[in-house]
């Protein structure tokens, strides 16, 4: 999942960082500092340099807390993900010449506009990362490796669920109407005509029970189909294909 702002890094073996590696994940993260992210004066690299050291734990989460990253140490994926973002977007930052009419950035190229509003987001930078965690929270939605996913998932629920008309519809009292219990067969007699009345009052409750789950199983089913209709989405892996 890193290879590629690694290599868009010049990072020098891509293909094989292992997060998951202690050696090659806290390498990484010096050389993140050292040559690309630099928050730090030289001077006030030492702790984090210190790769082998038994302290460099300690040095790293302070680090992420100084840079205000969204992520703790124990959330290493996303932390080193947020980093690698972080990193890009400095790089952008000092070559934007080199880069502003790069074909392998996102988006349209030469400046022409795109019919999805989302397309144009920088889905590398940190602020936006961070938004987009902040909402899944918020709104308890499952999180995902690529956030554009994850943004399209909140679009779809604000959409559904808390759009201005979805809660005025919500909002509405659903008048009761009346029924004619002679017009329904029951199916069985109970050999009670108060019981018999009672049984057809439960089962028109039942039906009525019946189609409210079915509605909520096919708002799901449309969510569902929204967010794995997106090309970049393989949900046979349940992952972002690459």
């Given at each position: 999942?890193?290879?590629?702002?690694?290599?868009?890094?010049?990072?020098?073996?891509?293909?094989?960082?292992?997060?998951?590696?202690?050696?090659?994940?806290?390498?990484?993260?010096?050389?993140?500092?050292?040559?690309?992210?630099?928050?730090?004066p030289i001077e006030d690299r030492g702790n984090l340099r210190n790769i082998p050291g038994s302290d460099w734990p300690a040095a790293y989460n302070q680090y992420l807390q100084d840079l205000n990253c969204p992520f703790g140490a124990t959330e290493r994926a996303e932390a080193v993900d947020w980093l690698l973002g972080l990193a890009v977007r400095y790089e952008y930052g000092d070559n934007v010449d080199k880069y502003q009419n790069c074909p392998t950035l996102e988006g349209p190229a030469n400046g022409k506009a795109?019919?999805?509003?989302?397309?144009?987001?920088?889905?590398?930078?940190?602020?936006?990362?961070?938004?987009v965690m902040a909402l899944a929270n918020i709104l308890k939605i499952?999180?995902?490796?690529?956030?554009?996913?994850?943004?399209?998932?909140?679009r779809i629920l604000i959409q559904e669920r808390l759009s201005p008309e979805a809660i005025a519809k919500a909002s509405q009292s659903k008048e009761g109407v009346p029924v004619a219990l002679d017009q329904h067969i029951l199916g069985?007699?109970?050999?009670?005509?108060?019981?018999?009345e009672a049984a057809q009052i439960l089962r028109l409750l039942h039906i009525e029970e019946l189609r409210e789950l079915q509605t909520k199983i096919n708002e799901a089913i449309v969510a569902v189909q929204a967010v794995i209709a997106d090309p970049k989405t393989d949900h046979r892996l349940g992952k972002v294909g690459r």
């Open positions: 999942m890193f290879r590629r702002k690694l290599t868009a890094l010049d990072y020098h073996n891509p293909g094989e960082f292992d997060c998951k590696d202690e050696s090659q994940f806290r390498n990484c993260i010096v050389w993140l500092e050292d040559q690309k992210i630099r928050h730090y795109a019919s999805d509003p989302l397309v144009n987001l920088d889905t590398d930078s940190p602020d936006f990362k961070a938004g499952q999180r995902h490796d690529d956030y554009l996913v994850m943004l399209k998932a909140i069985f007699d109970t050999g009670d005509a108060t019981l018999n």
